[in-house]
């Protein structure tokens, strides 16, 4: 929720549990909190920043048999895709 209303302070705590996650070994959390570090550049068209992390994130999801993270993935390259009115891209990750 930080992310939503204080962007710079969201992407802080969410860079944060990043590097713990990766310092603990927690893959759960190390692919949540990019995907929701992503989110925060997709919703303010930062696209060149969020794409790297969507795709560790993905990677890290199909390794674990993460069918929602699948899901959340395609919807974020159909946000990248509409937003930059790729409709074949779009259609494609759908």
Known sequence: MTSLFDVD??????????????????????????????????MHDEHGDARPLLDEAIAIGRKRGNRYWEASHGFCLCILAWTASDFRAMVAAA
């Open 9 to 42: 302070g969201g992407r802080s705590l969410l860079k944060e549990s990043i590097a713990l996650a990766r310092e603990s070994s927690d893959e759960w959390c190390l692919g949540s909190s990019l995907q929701s570090l992503a989110m925060t550049f997709i």
